[in-house]
């Protein structure tokens, strides 16, 4: 079964009388375990695809079914229960809060949750900052570390919830070449260590390095292919 399913999925907006279709038609299934890239030139719908994806936005028609449910007409206060619960978000920009150390920027997650304990949430900072290697700057603060740093300790953020899936919203779109690397190559463990990770990137470099790339032009689906098979990390 797919953890995502859209089926004629279309997207438009309307401003000072003037209709735009940012989606057409958009059937897409995502399986547990993948790594797509969605791939294609600024405006090509990208991002709003990622944001009905991540349940930030609705679909004007078509359905949507996630983890086997169908979450097409559901209000916004169970869509943000189900991200909370299920998803990971990664931005260009970060979006750490400049007044919060490392350790709380990534526990901020696990507070919208009910019945975790502070000693649990803790437990599983300490895990995704590991995972992520910046243990060592727990007790800094966003302006303490570099775009590279900022950006992995975004990753942990997206973890600490152990989403279904993490999307990724132009995720080496602020950094420079070098860090761009070193968190493509953190995407590329966490893929080989089980997780589920749809991106948004108009890197050609970035988007070869999923296992699978989606192409979008003008709000339509023009290529999915199959980039390499990858070998997980036995549980």
């Not at 679909?59 to 949507?64: C, F, K, L, R, V």
């Not at 696990?110 to 590991?130: A, F, H, I, P, R």
């Not at 303490?144 to 997206?158: D, H, I, W």
Request: some cysteine.
């Amino acid at each position: 079964m797919s953890l995502l399913s859209l089926s004629n999925i279309n997207k438009s907006f309307l401003t000072e009388d003037i209709e735009t279709h940012a989606l057409s038609n958009i059937n897409l299934e995502i399986a547990q375990g993948e790594y797509v890239s969605l791939s294609g030139p600024s405006g090509c719908g990208k991002s709003t695809l990622l944001s009905i994806l991540g349940l930030l936005d609705t679909a004007t028609s078509g359905q949507y079914l996630f983890n086997g449910q169908d979450v097409t007409g559901f209000s916004r206060d169970k869509r943000a229960q189900i991200r909370c619960y299920d998803i990971g978000f990664v931005f260009q920009s970060f979006n750490l809060i400049s007044s919060l150390t490392i350790s709380e920027n990534i526990m901020l997650p696990l507070t919208y949750q009910n019945g975790v304990s502070k000693s649990l949430m803790q437990s599983k900072v300490d895990e995704v900052l590991e995972r992520v290697g910046m243990q060592h700057r727990a007790n800094h603060y966003p302006s303490q570390l570099s775009g590279g740093q900022q950006q992995r300790v975004a990753v942990a953020r997206a973890l600490v919830n152990d989403p279904k899936i993490i999307f990724a919203d132009e995720p080496t779109g602020n950094l420079d070449s070098q860090n761009a690397e070193k968190v493509m190559a953190l995407f590329d463990q966490l893929h080989r260590d089980g997780s589920t990770i749809c991106m948004v990137t108009h890197d050609p470099r970035s988007a070869q390095m999923a296992q699978r790339q989606v192409s979008i032009l003008d709000g339509t689906l023009v290529n999915d292919v199959m980039l390499h098979s990858v070998e997980k990390v036995p549980a």
